[in-house]
């Protein structure tokens, strides 16, 4: 379902799936960078967003400005901050009772994480393919909430051994969970990337928040 989102350089295209019952939390699902034929469509993000519902999460994916139809110009990170916030701010504002969970692949991961972890409405933060070695992630260094990253086995864009190397260094609760053979595109593993997800962030954790 479309849904209707302004950001400070106009209006961001957006799509609001929903669980079969009352949510539990709301979500954001940035996308990767649009070189990487990034958008909210991806079947990555598809597919986190299917996993998202199963688990009776509320969630937003939406392009970055510039992107699809959302008005504006993409600037690579500084102003994307900008949207991702703006999506926490609508989300909050449609479900004010409700825990805000941020997510995001690949660039994506940069944005929702880095923006989440500055942010007291967030308790969960998720990275999918985190490029910590192209972008700075040094927020979360110092950051409370709990973390969960998503890693491919054979990234050759975000780096199995650097993504380990960074999740040693997080401050509890933390969970890394690597997904075998897959690519940095996770071409026919999506689907494992919700299994994942689902397995992290299901009913059962609710101890972690």
């Known amino acids: 379902m479309h849904l209707d989102l302004e950001s400070t350089a106009g209006r961001l295209e957006a799509l ?82 409700l825990p805000l969970w941020a997510l995001g692949y690949s660039f994506g991961a940069w944005v929702a994480m880095t923006t989440g972890a500055h942010d007291r409405r967030v308790e969960a933060l998720v990275g999918i393919a985190p490029p910590v070695e192209r972008y700075d992630f040094s927020a979360l260094l110092d950051c409370a909430t709990p973390k969960f990253l998503i890693q491919a086995e054979r990234d050759d864009q975000a780096p199995l051994k650097a993504t380990q190397r960074f999740h040693a260094r997080l401050p509890e609760p933390r969970e890394l969970v690597v997904i075998e053979g897959a690519d940095h595109a996770f071409d026919g593993k999506a689907s494992e990337v919700g299994e994942a997800i689902e397995d992290l962030l299901g009913d059962d954790r609710d101890r972690l928040f």
Do not use: C, K, W
């Open 16 to 97: 609001i799936d929903l669980p079969a019952g009352m949510p539990r939390a709301a979500a954001i699902l940035a996308s990767s960078h649009p070189d990487e034929v990034g958008s909210m469509r991806s079947r990555v993000l598809r597919e986190a967003a299917r996993a998202l519902t199963r688990i009776g999460v509320a969630v937003v994916r939406f392009n970055y400005r510039g992107v699809g139809l959302s008005a504006g110009a993409f600037t690579g990170g500084p102003a994307e901050t900008e949207d991702v916030r703006a999506v926490l701010d609508r989300l909050n504002e449609r479900y004010p009772t």
